[in-house]
């Protein structure tokens, strides 16, 4: 035999050998791979949607191996998924029972406990959730309990139930703690604006200790601007102005451009009679408001303080705003005369007489604007001098009516102007807070435009302010009526800051 002819021999017994062992090795992995059991058929149905199919054979598993606990969560879902909820329950509570591993019943768990949450039923969901965390307490778990209470919470607003809203927000918020991030910030969001609502509602009725715990609570869970406004508003009302003023001081940091909290400091300020700080707060505020009343108001307050060049430059601004308000130029003449005579006492003899000078001027400029003014009466008619009787003598210049964020309170600031080309030194109005929601008036006050010791000039302006005497509910759409001796001068909205 040729060596060619051995050498094929040799290489198809090769070969031969070769197939025999992998025919052999694919024989024993084929032995040894687990059968698909009737369980892992029902397991692989369920998850198709095919649970009445699936729901055969756990039926029948669970009569021929009684003692096979992996059955009953995979039933409890089957009889779930084709609702019959009665014999579902069983074989779940059945599941929990034997201690199964977590991962196995808590999926169950969550599911039975959508189902009840979608139909209202959010006791039997909680009643689960309490009996399936005596086994297992996973953050899975906790997450859709907290889910649930949020749910609830939801549900008991919408049926204006805000205590049970609260209760069950909080026993969500209780465990929070091991929840992701983004849930427990709602669940913060949500609790704390329920505890402001709660406190509006307290505050209405009149009870204003318990309208302030709730804001506290609020202010514990989460550092907000509009709790710390709200309760700075009642720590002010009830006379608490240390307390008022550290919220707003919060609110101006914390918010630099929430300019009612400003003015609501300032107020506090010179209610206790701290001018320098009162001052200052001015001189933050005109930085992003700059107006003729702040001015005017920084200009008294410095003053006060003896910071005569400060005042000055105040009611310089406060001129340039208004160029033709003769009441501005006196108070501007009046600052500058004072400040000479301190210059003067203080023996600066040289800056005394340049200041004096500077009244002088302001003197000038306003028998100039009094001279044109006479002028311009004199040209009028007698028809035009006066006004018919029952006709306003004075019209609305501009207004600012708002509700500041976080207040119960609408607020408002008009312009009115003498157009009667005469003296008017009797003149008040009526102003009514409406609320259009209910179609009903919230109150009203009287102000005073013009009196015998405080008359109006032919053509000058007075700012008028005003606040409504009583609580307004703030989601309700708000109005200020203004009359004149029983007329309708003019309604304007109501603001909301937000």
């Known amino acids: 035999m040729s060596n060619s002819t051995k050498g094929s021999g040799r ?3 090769l070969v031969i050998i070769f197939l025999g062992i992998l025919i052999g090795i694919s024989l024993t992995l084929y032995c040894l791979m ?23 054979i756990l039926e029948q598993l669970a009569k021929i191996q009684p003692e096979n606990p992996d059955v009953f969560p995979w039933l409890a879902q089957g009889y779930l998924n084709c609702d019959r909820l009665a014999e579902g329950r069983i074989a779940l509570d059945t599941a929990l029972k034997l ?15 959508q189902y009840y949450a979608e139909r209202n039923d959010f006791v039997e969901a909680d009643k689960l959730f309490n009996s399936a965390k005596i086994n297992c307490n996973g953050a899975d778990l906790q997450q859709g309990q907290a889910s649930l209470y949020m749910a609830w919470s939801n549900y008991d607003q919408n049926n204006n139930k805000l205590d049970d809203a609260v209760m069950h927000l909080e ?37 204003k200790a318990k309208a302030i715990l709730l804001l506290e609570k609020s202010l514990y869970l989460a550092e907000e601007p509009v709790t710390r406004m709200q309760l700075g508003n009642l720590y002010n009302e009830i006379g608490e102005i240390n307390k008022a003023t550290e919220h707003y001081r919060h609110v101006c940091v914390a918010d630099p451009n929430n300019l009612e909290a400003r003015h609501r400091l300032i107020e506090l300020f010179l209610k206790k009679d701290n001018l ?19 001015y005017q108001l920084l200009a008294t307050v410095a003053l006060k303080t003896h910071s005569y060049a400060l005042s000055v430059r105040a009611l310089e601004e406060a001129s340039a705003l208004s160029p033709k308000e003769i009441s501005l130029l006196e108070a501007l003449q009046k600052a500058l005369l004072d400040w000479s005579n301190v210059l003067s006492k203080q023996g600066k003899t040289d800056e005394s007489i340049s200041v004096k000078g500077k009244a002088q001027r302001v003197f000038e400029l306003i028998k100039e604007i009094q001279k044109e003014e006479n002028k311009d009466l004199a040209n009028k008619t007698d028809a035009e001098s006066s006004l018919p009787p029952g006709v306003l003598p004075v019209s609305l210049f501009a207004s600012r009516i708002w509700l500041a964020k976080g207040s119960l309170t609408p607020e408002g600031e008009i312009q009115v102007k003498n157009i009667a080309n005469r003296l008017v030194n009797d003149l008040s109005l009526t102003v009514v807070f409406y609320d259009n929601t209910v179609h009903r008036a919230k109150g009203s006050v009287t102000v005073s435009a013009a009196s015998l010791n405080h008359p109006m000039p032919p053509h000058s302006i007075r700012n008028l302010y005003f606040s409504c005497p009583n609580i307004v509910n703030p989601e309700h759409q708000l109005a200020v009526i203004i ?7 003019k309604e304007l909205p109501v603001v909301k800051v937000r």
């Open 276 to 294: 320098f700080s009162a001052r200052e707060a001015l001189l933050e505020l005109i930085e992003k408001e700059k107006s003729v009343e702040n």
């Open 171 to 207: 026993k969500a918020y209780e465990i929070a703690a091991n929840l992701d991030k983004k849930l427990k910030d709602s669940i913060t969001n949500d609790i704390c604006e329920l505890y402001r609502q709660l406190a509006g509602r307290a505050e209405i009725n009149g009870d």
């Open 11 to 13: 290489t198809i017994k």
């Open 483 to 489: 009359y004149w001796k029983g007329q309708l001068i």
């Open 99 to 113: 201690n199964l591993p977590c991962k196995v019943t808590v999926p169950v768990v969550l599911s039975y406990a």
């Open 34 to 56: 687990p059968r698909e059991t009737q369980l892992d058929k029902a397991i692989v149905l369920i998850k198709a949607n095919k649970a009445a199919k699936a729901l055969v």
